[in-house]
């Protein structure tokens, strides 16, 4: 199973991508938890303490390790595009409770349009990841699309756009579907976030096709004094993961 969850910043996303990956690790289920987001604070969604997250070094981050894997130096213009990435995942991940967290990061190529070695390794790693056939992959994502190429994205079993009922909120979402497509995939689907009423479930549907949605998650104070307290929203509201289980239940069901 291999998910990629997206949405604008602040509908829970990562809330979203934290308790599916916590939910197949209590299955017994290897699962590979992949912070692509920028604003990377998946760790602590998945039961992490700030100090353990800031110790973490992302991908992006290890410039000798990409000059090696791509045979990069100050006199060399030339590298390899494909390097041999496949141990990466496992040496660079961090396991919490059956969850390897593996923090990507971005490069900032500057509007210049170069492909340095960071870029090239973060690439092949996102590719190799959906070639871990046995794994539960699930990748915490920024709005765009724009990490993943052609072949990396046909190969991913769900696109989950997380919303909330609002029009900006649906605005990303149509947008996220027309990025998807420009890359190849037409399986996008919608986890309604911060649900307070049945007239926020009625603004979904009405906007959202049936055979889109996944499911809604309840406006829940637990999950937000989590946040405040950097703790786990698996650790902290039952409702919140029962509800998460269930929208699990259909991702399973089209598996």
Do not use: W
Request: charged share 30%; net charge negative.
């Amino acid at each position: 199973m291999k998910i990629a969850v997206t949405g604008k910043g602040g509908v829970g996303k990562t809330t979203l991508a934290a308790t599916l990956a916590r939910l197949y690790a209590a299955e017994g289920r290897p699962v590979l938890a992949a912070d692509v987001d920028p604003d990377a604070n998946l760790g602590l969604a998945l039961g992490l303490s700030e100090e353990e997250v800031n110790s973490i070094v992302p991908v992006s981050k290890m410039k000798e390790l990409a000059k090696e894997r791509t045979g990069a130096n100050e006199s060399n213009t030339f590298y390899r595009l494909n390097p041999e990435v496949s141990d990466l995942p496992d040496k660079l991940s961090r396991d919490i409770g059956g969850v390897k967290l593996l923090v990507m990061g971005t490069v900032d190529l500057g509007g210049t349009g170069c492909v340095c070695p960071e870029h090239v390794m973060l690439k092949a790693i996102l590719t190799n990841l959906v070639f871990r056939k046995d794994d539960v992959v699930i990748m915490d994502m920024e709005a765009g699309l724009e990490h993943l190429g052609r072949g990396t994205a046909s190969m991913m079993d769900q696109f989950i756009a997380v919303i909330e009922p609002g029009a900006r909120s649906i605005q990303t979402y149509t947008r996220i579907k027309e990025l998807a497509a420009d890359i190849g995939v037409t399986k996008v689907r919608v986890v309604a976030n911060k649900i307070r009423s049945e007239e926020d479930k009625a603004f979904i549907r009405e906007r959202v096709p049936a055979e889109d949605l996944l499911g809604f998650i309840s406006y829940n104070a637990e999950v937000i004094d989590a946040d405040r307290k950097g703790l786990s929203p698996y650790d902290c509201s039952q409702k919140a993961v029962e509800e998460i289980r269930a929208i699990k239940a259909v991702i399973d069901s089209q598996e």
